[in-house]
């Protein structure tokens, strides 16, 4: 019996780290409602995996889910700050009610550790770089206000009921299985995409923006560090992240470079509830959860390139 499970598993981040336990050697087992996450993702591995199709949002497929599970990565949501500007309700439902029934099945079923996937856009547009975790949050889009709500719903079953919780920060993720097709797709994908149509890739703003783009094996890493972290981390938050600031012009120009495309990026409006500036400093994960980034952004970026062009055309 499968004693990790990972929601969300059909998703980018998700499948990623499906395969990152499994080549532990755990038993794997998924919660996905396939909302936004593809079966193409699990493909060569499903009859390694126990995939359930259900919803976070329904207590019974929660309760099965966790039967003899010690480990869950509960990467499962509804990520995008666009699509919760435009539907609240919905990301609410999902990321915030979604992940409170998955804390009270998780402690009714017994369950070890929980790790969440939580997400940088919980600091807002806080002037002071880079991001460290004692500082004041200052959501500025319902999906930022959801994963601050997870981190604090985390934290408090730990110090209530003894759950061992982890809440993991991310920077901007990128990397292979990243989806470009959906309409809230990340810029990484959709400017590869893009180039490989021979379009031009669209900035929103002037593309001075900046991210810590972070490549998706680290954040992999990252979960897998909690399973063996101390107990004196648990309840904690923490940063998980390359460390650096790339600008989105900047990241166009090198993408454009790889592909080896002479096309200019167009710009449109900015896109309400996205901040200016992000980096993280990660120093509390490195001491406390053992980790450290390890794929330099140009590596990531060069492999990333290199799995999309290796993609038949949708
Ligand atoms: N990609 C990033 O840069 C980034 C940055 C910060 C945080 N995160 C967080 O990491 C996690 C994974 O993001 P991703 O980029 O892999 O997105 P993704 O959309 O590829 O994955 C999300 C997965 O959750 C599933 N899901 C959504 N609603 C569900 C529901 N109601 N019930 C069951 N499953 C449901 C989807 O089908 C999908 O497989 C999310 O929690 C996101 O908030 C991502």
């Known amino acids: 019996m499968a004693d990790c499970l990972v929601t969300g598993g059909a998703g980018f981040i998700g499948s990623n780290l499906v395969r990152g336990l499994l080549s532990r050697g755990r038993s794997v087992k998924v919660l996905d409602n396939f909302s936004t996450g593809r079966r193409e993702n699990l493909e060569e591995i499903k009859d390694r995996v126990d995939v359930q199709v259900g919803d976070l ?8 889910a966790m039967l003899g599970v010690r480990y869950v ?3 499962g949501a509804l990520p995008s700050v666009v699509r919760s500007v435009e539907d609240p309700q919905t990301t609410h439902d999902v990321n915030v009610t979604g992940t409170l029934k998955l804390l009270l099945a998780a402690r009714e079923a017994g369950v ?14 806080t002037p002071e770089l880079p991001k460290r975790e004692d500082m004041l949050p200052n959501p500025l889009s319902p999906y930022a206000l959801s994963k601050l709500t997870g981190e604090h719903y985390l934290r408090i079953f730990h110090d209530l009921y003894g759950l061992r919780t982890y809440s993991l920060r991310y920077f901007n993720v990128f990397g292979p299985r990243q989806d470009p097709a959906s309409h809230y797709a990340a810029v990484i994908p959709l400017f590869v995409a893009a180039l490989k149509r021979d379009a031009a890739p669209v900035i929103y703003g002037d593309g001075e923006q900046t991210r ?9 890493a990252g979960n897998l560090c909690c399973m063996d ?15 650096y600031r790339t600008s989105v012009n900047e990241l166009a ?3 454009a470079a790889l592909m080896g495309k002479d096309i200019r990026p167009v710009h449109q409006d900015p896109r309400p509830g996205d901040v200016r500036d992000s980096q993280a400093d990660s120093t509390r994960a490195r001491e406390q959860l053992g980790w450290a980034a390890n794929v330099p952004f140009e590596d990531g970026l060069r492999r990333t ?4 062009l290796d993609q038949p055309a949708p």
């Open 112 to 125: 070890e550790r929980v790790v969440l996937s939580s997400s940088s856009s919980v600091y807002g547009d």
């Open 305 to 308: 390139v290199e799995w999309f």
């Open 253 to 255: 120009a090198k993408i």
């Open 57 to 64: 949002r329904d207590d019974d497929a929660l309760f099965n």
């Open 229 to 243: 972290a101390p107990d004196e981390a648990a309840g904690g938050v923490f940063n998980l992240a390359w460390g």
């Open 212 to 220: 810590d783009f972070t490549y998706v094996d680290d954040v992999v």
């Open 73 to 75: 990565f509960h990467v």
